[in-house]
């Protein structure tokens, strides 16, 4: 079993934050959670609807400055010394060669959330640019698949279809329904 959980943001969202307050109250008691996020909304709260993480209990947040080059080495440093078994991103899907450089070449191991519908993203852009862009994420995200542990679907269609466009195993891929806060 996993004992040691780190979950890496780029920065808050609300839904991000839902999200961590539910895992802190399904995750039994001897696992410890972390967060390895990075100031990149810093002084944007007001204008970009951004807040802090506030109301985790269990969760140890670290900080870290934003800089994309360094947040690979940083992230992978905090894993080593935090003895973190498995690394899960709370945001986009990606971020996924972030988990990967943080846990290639060691016993850890990365989970991807795939928060979006990501076979048909390129329809719901307006530019061919877009949608190319959209197209080639998809297609990038193939090796970040391949070398995940397990992968979540928001998407209950997508977690069907995904074991054959990523050429992968029916076990690697599931469908978990991102929590929403239902009392606001």
């Known amino acids: 079993m996993k004992k040691r959980i780190c979950f890496f943001s780029v920065g808050f969202a609300f839904n991000r934050l839902v999200r961590l307050r539910f895992y802190e109250k ?3 008691k001897e696992i410890n959670i972390f967060l390895f996020t990075t100031n990149k909304y810093q002084g944007k709260e007001k204008q970009a609807y951004q807040k802090e993480w506030t109301g985790l209990k269990r969760t140890k947040i670290v900080y870290v400055e934003y800089d994309l080059i360094k947040t690979f080495f940083n992230l ?8 973190i078994d498995r690394v899960i991103n709370l945001g986009f899907h ?9 846990t290639i070449f060691s016993k850890r191991d990365y989970c991807l959330n795939v928060l979006t519908d990501i076979f048909k993203q390129h329809y719901l852009v307006e530019t061919k640019k877009e949608k190319l862009n959209e197209i080639f994420t998809l297609l990038f995200l193939w090796f970040g698949v391949f070398f995940a542990e397990k992968i979540f679907f928001t ?28 009392s606001m």
């Open 26 to 28: 399904i995750f039994p």
């Open 76 to 83: 992978r440093k905090f894993c080593k010394k935090n003895k």
């Open 94 to 102: 990606t971020s996924w060669p972030i988990l990967f450089f943080s």
């Open 155 to 182: 998407d209950r269609l997508n977690a069907q279809r995904a074991p054959t466009f990523f050429v992968s195993e029916k076990e690697k891929m599931s469908w978990l329904a991102a929590p929403v806060d239902t």
